[in-house]
């Protein structure tokens, strides 16, 4: 049976709630989860609705019409609506530091990622075994100094022939223009080492041993133009302490980093994202 | 403007979100909150529905009438209906230790607990000074060993007089009867200053010691007539080492026992707890 | 039995611990807890040595005497020598918030920090019945845009009659002077609201707020003259979602604040920490 | 330059620290580790002391027997020389989930973990095609109900001729006998996926379930002839809520398994564990 998930955000106002989820009866549908989130300072409504399309429900073809006209009433409604299946299509970037993408694609072969890992991206070709390890097309895209802008072109090229759903940047170390940003708007999940916004930018570890902080962190966040600044899906912290030297901290990051990027991009794969301005409402 | 909160359960099935949303809809109400669980495994449904009564809603009066007519149409649903105001009575529990009971009061009077805390009852005097303090009214019923059956139904006398909602046992170092558990189901919540079900009963902090465990916790949970083995309403836990002596242990329990149970507290005044057999559902 | 705790810090060479214990060893101690720290970075050496005083040891007079023809052999070393009896006298700077103050206070009353209470200044009224319940002196030292030089002056005053070792800042929201601050290095312990380095400055939460972050801190730190930059001494985090408010952040702030000004107080007071450069070694 | 680690217990008395450091002090090393615990309680004496051997320092060959001359003094001190050089020789046993296993060859392969991964041996064949990526023999000994003693036989024999120093189970989900216990005394780590104490024994995740526990967590110990009592040697927990099936509390056990079980073998690969008893000390 396939399941239906509608994330939608509005100004706040009576009666939602009763006309989305009285469409879902209506059309044979059986309501499996539903969170729901009222902005009181912004007075805006937010929602995460799943059903299940029962035998005798509306087709999954008619669907997106019938929501058309309910989302109608409520002039300023956003709305997504997608489908268990088929499953999304991911492309994972990475560098040279195994960490992530490893911890991915054991998750994925565990059966813990609802999608279709379709690509690794990497600019180093270090990462080819475990990609042919996992059975993971790899391919890889050098970037040089003065050849950025081609990387870039022949990267989204590559993206837009797999037709990528969800590109994850797992440890890749370098910054996409916003051609790259642009065209996966919601749709690019970074891992930063660090919280934001302490310690933007590069050697976060050296800084924050510079510092002499007692906790360190890593933060997931959707990709915008601008550098570090998109909005946080997910963090968290760990205790550290002066007997800590950078390595240790580099390796007490990586076991953080790995964590909290596959939480995030479970919760964007479950649709459980919405983003209003710079902000997320996870569900 | 006042608020009111729905809590309900029933066997799963299609359009119980519907009706209940109309429901609020057509009196005039508008959610300001509303979270969904399905058990799949037990078929159960269960969710909060909290809604600001606008000015042309129905009267508090005619509410329970109105939602009981909803209610019919699930037979088996069970629902208990709450506003915001009058605020809940509160008593609290204690014998001498006083670091649960101080974290209560100075958390109501910062405004954390949205209810009275109209009485405290102590076996021991040493905590009537802390009353005087923040102004409760405080009780002392001295329990004996002869005495038990007496000292409760006194204290149940207390309770009753004082139109109690909820008991709150801040490490009150007493086994309560079926009695008092029965005349307050689901309306006591106790600490219990270790992980249950690890360590169920006295000096919980000598077995953790003794068997080396590197984290304890504590655990609030509702009383029932079996020790320690009522629904778990919230769980906490934090490292220790070898360094740490039975001294220490205790000391760090204290923290972890008060953050645990004013949670607790918080969640059930919010009326954020669905009892369903020996579990809950927190939302 | 009296205990003797030594802090002490030099580049780092052979034979320092051999020397220490030896010394500790031969004068009829023994030593109840020892730890060290070697910054291979930096070449330095720290320890910190705890030792009973036996009945046959040198007598508590003449030890510094003996130490410091130790310490000579090692031409840089920085050393500090305290005993646990007396106690420490330590002073609560406070304003109006009482979360963190009567957490101190309930804390020392329970015997989990090691020291005399001996003063509360605030420079507003409303916590002296707080002080008076626990019966430590408090005094209102008002502070006016105009009259800040009379008003630090005062305190200082206050401070130094009072012989106080220790200064707590429990949202004492108030910024000092180099004069202040340079009389008591490293004895200024201050919370801020925030892990250090992010949202430096007044209102974190509300910056929290607006970037959606979803964990928040906070962080116990020495005061030095510029502000909040002063060596860390612990930090904690906690999780946030959507789902809180301003007053929401602020209330889970106050829990993880008045948790860490614990923790660092009582740290400083088991003479557990030695500050480097701008950070500190917890032992 | 090789550094020595030396681990030792024995009845607390002055003067064993003054005599260890100078022993080290005299041979011409240098210290760059000291960690020591007094527990008041058993009156027992516990120290972990590492250093570099310097181009003058007593000769590897040499330094037991000059150690147990020391040790003599003290004498029912118990004490183990370890050198970083050569590594430890690991072997893995697992059965068919790869996490943990994947795990452990992806830190080592980081660098991580200071060992050689020697030998995997597994009663299933799933997981070759993961040791064969990261070059490490695989060897399969299929265990059947009657075969158990063979196969225990087979492993054994196969752990010998590897010269194995320490066996990780790395969820091998068959109980040992006592031959084998016995034959890698305090050389046998094993994750349990629960808090032990609670939930000893198979499906730990249905029982948290049924319990209706907030928490779930996972213990490292050394495994003893007794099954899941050994001494603990690293424990953490994650929440958990109503919304998390077996299924969820399996996937999010698994990452607390991982964690966990990576940190106590780094933990006794880096000498830092002396086992008490039914306790360690982990320095």
New interface residues.
């Given amino acids: 049976m396939d399941t239906a998930t509608l994330l939608c955000s509005c100004e706040?106002?009576?009666?939602?709630?009763?006309a989305l989820?009285?469409f879902?009866?209506e059309y044979?549908?059986?309501?499996?989860?539903?969170?729901?989130?009222?902005?009181?300072?912004e007075k805006k409504f937010f929602m995460r609705l799943a059903w299940d399309l029962?035998p005798s429900a509306l087709s999954r073809e008619d669907i997106p019409g019938a929501m058309a006209l309910v989302a109608k009433k409520f002039t300023d409604m956003k709305w997504r609506l997608s489908f268990a299946s088929p499953r999304q299509r991911v492309a994972i970037m990475a560098s040279t530091a195994?960490?992530c993408l490893?911890d991915l694609l054991?998750r994925h072969?565990?059966g813990?990622l609802p999608c279709e890992i379709v690509l690794v991206i990497a600019n180093h070709g270090d990462l080819s075994?475990?990609c042919r390890?996992f059975r993971v097309p790899f391919q890889r895209v050098p970037v040089t100094r003065e050849g950025r802008a081609e990387a870039e072109a022949e990267a989204i090229g590559l993206l837009r022939d797999a037709r990528i759903d969800l590109v994850v940047l797992a440890r890749y170390m370098q910054v996409l223009g916003p051609g790259f940003t642009d065209g996966w708007r919601g749709g690019i999940i970074n891992i930063h080492h660090s919280?934001?916004?302490?310690?933007v930018g590069a050697k976060p570890y050296h800084q924050a041993l510079e510092?002499?902080?007692?906790?360190i962190?890593a933060t997931a966040h959707y990709v915008t133009a601008e550098l570090d600044q998109g909005?946080?899906?997910?963090?968290?912290?760990i205790?550290v302490?002066?007997?800590d030297?950078v390595e240790d901290l580099i390796?007490k990051g990586?076991?953080i980093e790995r964590?909290v990027l596959a939480a995030a991009v479970r919760l964007h794969l479950e649709h459980r994202v919405i983003i209003s301005g710079?902000?997320?409402?996870?569900f």
């Avoid at 044979?28 to 300072?41: E, S, V, Y």
């Avoid at 919280?195 to 310690?199: D, G, K, S, V, W």
Wanted: net charge positive.
């Fill in positions: 706040d106002r009576s009666g939602i709630v009763a989820t009285h879902v009866a044979g549908g059986n309501i499996i989860d539903l969170d729901q989130h009222t902005d009181r300072r029962g195994p960490h490893a054991l072969q565990m813990e075994d475990l390890h919280f934001l916004p302490a310690f510092r002499g902080v007692k906790i962190g909005p946080i899906i997910a963090q968290d912290a205790p302490s002066h007997r030297e390796r990586r076991d964590r710079n902000r997320t409402i996870v």
